[in-house]
C-alpha cells in the first residue's frame, strides 16, 4: 500500500506510528535506513486492531533488541513492529515457572531467575537479544538452548488471531524451529529447577567471565554471523573462518572482530553493502576452501 493509503487505515493508532522512520538506531550494528511504516505496540488489543487492518497486505517485521539484524541502506517496503514495554514484564507462577513477555532481555530473564533461586537459566546472561528473538532462533550458548527450558509459547498470527503452543509441539533444531514466520510472539513460559543462589550465581558469573574473554563487548557489531555447522566437520564455525579467511579483510568499515572472528563488526560507518560484501566474502572463500557452506545467524532485513 502506499504511504498516503496507510496514513489513511492508522490514523487512529496517533504517534505509535511513524512513517518513514530511521532503523539505523535500532540494531547494533548501527547500519540500515529507513522502514515504510514503524509501530510502537502499546498493548495486546492495539496490536490485535492493526494487523487486522493490515489485512496481510504488508511485509512485516518484528524487530526486538536488534542484536542480530542487518538492515539495509533502501527503504524496508513494509511494516516494522516494536512491541513496547507492556510486553516486558515477568512474573514467577507456583515455585519453579515463569511467565516472560517476548520483549523481555534475555539477561533480565536470567537474573529473575536468579533471585528466585532457579537453575537452567544461567546462559541466558550471556545472550544479547530478547526472548522473542531467542524463540524465533531458538538461541544458545554453552550447551544450552532455549528449547531446554521452554514449556509454552503464546503468539498471534498475522490476521490477529491468539494462540498457544506447547514446546512438545515444536520441533527445535540447531538455531530454528519449525514455527511459522508469520507468527508475533507475545510471552512464554518456562520451567527452571530450585537450587541454591549463590552456587547459580557462581555459574552465572562463570560464563558472563568465559564470554567477555573471548567475544568483543561495548562495539557496534551483532553476535555470532554464522551458525556452527551440524555436519561435515567437528570444527567450530571460527576455525572454519580463520583457516579460510584474511582475518585483516575489511569492506568499507566492515570488517572481522580481532578478538572472535565470527563476529563483523561496524568500525566506523559502514554500509549495509560493506557488511552484505564482508559476509558473502567470508562465506565465499570458506565453502572454496573447506567444501562447507555457511549458514547465517544474523536476519538480514532487505
Known amino acids: 500500500m502506499q504511504i498516503s493509503e496507510l496514513k489513511n487505515i492508522l490514523k487512529e493508532f496517533g504517534a505509535n506510528v511513524r512513517y518513514e522512520h530511521d532503523l539505523k538506531k535500532k540494531n547494533w550494528f548501527n547500519i540500515g535506513g529507513k522502514t515504510k511504516v514503524f509501530y510502537k505496540a502499546d498493548n495486546l488489543k492495539e496490536l490485535v486492531n492493526l494487523l487486522k487492518k493490515l489485512n496481510k497486505k504488508e511485509k512485516i517485521f518484528v524487530l526486538g533488541a536488534g542484536s542480530n539484524t542487518l538492515i539495509k541502506d533502501e527503504l524496508f517496503d513494509g511494516v516494522v513492529i516494536k512491541l513496547s514495554k507492556n510486553f516486558n514484564n515477568i512474573s514467577l507462577l507456583g515455585e519453579n515457572t515463569i ?51 521452554l514449556l509454552s509459547i503464546q503468539a498471534i498470527d498475522k490476521s490477529g488471531k491468539v494462540i498457544s503452543i506447547p514446546s512438545k509441539d515444536i520441533k527445535f533444531e540447531y538455531r530454528k524451529s519449525n514455527l511459522s514466520d508469520d507468527l508475533i510472539f507475545l510471552s512464554a513460559s518456562f520451567k527452571g529447577v530450585k537450587d ?107
Not at 291 to 300: P, Q, R, V, Y
Request: hydrophobic share 35%.
Open 99 to 149: 511467565i516472560a513477555g517476548s520483549a523481555v532481555l534475555d539477561k533480565s530473564l536470567s537474573d529473575f531467575a536468579m533471585k528466585n533461586d532457579l537453575t537452567g537459566f544461567e546462559f541466558l546472561s550471556c545472550i544479547p537479544g530478547t526472548i522473542g528473538g531467542g524463540i524465533r532462533m531458538n538461541a544458545g550458548c554453552f550447551g544450552k538452548e532455549f528449547k531446554d527450558i
Open 196 to 302: 541454591d543462589y549463590a552456587k547459580i550465581k557462581e555459574n552465572t558469573d562463570k560464563l558472563k567471565l568465559e564470554k567477555e574473554k573471548n567475544q568483543p563487548t561495548k562495539i557496534k557489531t551483532s553476535g555470532s554471523t554464522f551458525k556452527n555447522p551440524t555436519s561435515q566437520t567437528q570444527k567450530k564455525v571460527w576455525e572454519l573462518i580463520k583457516e579460510s579467511v584474511p582475518l585483516d579483510k575489511s569492506f568499507g568499515d566492515a570488517c572481522i572482530s580481532k578478538k572472535h572472528c565470527n563476529f563483523f563488526v561496524n568500525k566506523g560507518d559502514a554500509k549495509f553493502e560493506d557488511m552484505k560484501k564482508l559476509i558473502d566474502f567470508v562465506a565465499k572463500n570458506v565453502l572454496e576452501k573447506t567444501g562447507i557452506s555457511l549458514e547465517k545467524e544474523i536476519k538480514i532485513l532487505e
